[in-house]
């Protein structure tokens, strides 16, 4: 009966660079720690036969994150049965892979740090309120950036670099930080979208790639590797 491999996991390592040189995180697979080998019933209990559910998505500094938490503090009052995003998961989605098979565990990460490379560091802030797919009808609330456009060509070149494998979003990249779900939806009232919101500039200069771990209250997110933007 054949034996089930043991799946090396992927994680980043940062470097020390020498004085006056730059340095680029980089990807380090990692092997499993030794052991007997699981023994396999089928190809369905074996682990490396068992997708990952991955997205990339730009991080948010912590600082950007308490100015988030204070603007909508009083709409958390208002809705409190409305999913409220923790804060540790706060973040914006560039491109939702979904169930992603192991065939393609060297080949996602490839794509995504030659698409990261090809785009400049940016700057971004955030600067309003707003809710999907309306006020009137609030499923997603969400925080908005004051420029979208340098942004949005970050999430079409990942688009663009993992488009073989997964399929092309049809619905325009609308960048947002959600911070609430909610079913049934919110009927919002008009000063939800006067909220005041504006955080200092950060500096956008790379992506990451994250592991969704299902689960109640909230999803569990595990960053897999980091992936520097090009200067």
């Known amino acids: 009966m054949p034996r ?10 940062t470097c020390r660079p020498p004085a006056g040189r730059g340095c ?18 089928d190809r369905a209990d074996r ?36 999913r409220w995003v923790p804060r540790e998961n706060l973040h914006v989605t560039l491109k939702f892979l979904g169930r992603t098979w192991p065939r393609l565990d060297v080949w996602v990460p490839e794509q995504v740090e030659e698409a990261a490379a090809d ?20 499923r997603a609330l969400w925080a908005g ?3 979208t456009k340098q942004i949005s060509n970050l999430a079409a070149e990942i688009e663009r670099a993992l488009a073989d494998e997964f399929p092309t979003e049809k619905r325009p990249f609308h960048p947002h930080l959600t911070v609430a779900r909610s079913d049934p939806p919110l009927k919002l009232p008009a000063a939800y979208t006067r909220t005041e919101l504006e955080s200092h500039a950060w500096d956008v200069d790379h992506v990451v790639l994250f592991r969704s771990y299902l689960g109640r209250p909230a999803p569990r997110y595990e960053p897999l590797a980091r992936f520097p933007l090009g200067v």
């Open 4 to 13: 089930a491999r043991p799946i090396p996991r992927m994680t980043s390592v």
């Open 24 to 41: 680029t995180p980089r990807l380090v697979w990692v092997p499993p720690a030794q052991g007997p080998e699981p023994v396999a019933r």
């Open 47 to 82: 682990p490396e036969a068992k997708p990952l559910r991955l997205f990339v998505a730009v991080e948010i500094p912590d600082t950007v994150k308490d100015v988030v938490e204070e603007a909508f503090a009083p709409w958390r009052e208002a809705f409190p049965k409305a």
């Open 119 to 138: 785009v400049s560091r940016f700057s971004a802030r955030l600067r309003s309120a707003g809710s999907f797919p309306s006020a009137r009808r609030g």
């Open 145 to 147: 950036f004051e420029d």
